[in-house]
């Protein structure tokens, strides 16, 4: 059983920056060793992935973030991080952690970022 909390989400303006936190306290230790991603769900559309990282640090990005967003994750501390830069009205949804492929009975809260324009 993991769970997963995210967090760092909020309101800001169209060319501004949020650093997004998923906290997973997992009990099996193939977390560590699996690539992880952020998804982000607007409302009334299915959730996607935008970022994703193997445990060793390769990275793949949306094509709609390439650039902007900066995923990162720390094993020994059991997180995973998201640096979103230059954001866009379009940015805004609620964003959530996984694994990539996703476990469906562990999704979290979310985080919900907003950006105006």
């Known amino acids: 059983q993991v769970q997963l909390v995210e967090s760092g989400g909020g309101l800001v303006q169209s060319g501004g920056s949020l650093r997004l936190s998923c906290r997973y306290e997992?009990?099996?230790?193939?977390?560590?060793?699996?690539?992880m991603g952020w998804y982000r769900q607007a409302p009334g559309k299915p959730r996607d992935l935008v970022a994703s990282?193997?445990?060793?640090?390769?990275?793949n990005y949306a094509d709609s973030v390439k650039g902007r967003f900066t995923v990162s994750r720390d094993n020994a501390a059991e997180a995973l991080y998201l640096q979103l830069n230059n954001l866009k009205p379009q940015d805004t949804a609620v964003y959530f952690c996984?694994?990539?492929?996703?476990?469906?009975?562990?999704w979290g809260q979310g985080t919900q970022v907003t950006v105006s324009s």
């Open positions: 996984n694994l990539k492929p996703p476990r469906a009975e562990s």
């Open positions: 997992a009990s099996e230790w193939i977390w560590g060793l699996s690539p």
């Open positions: 990282i193997t445990n060793d640090g390769n990275t």
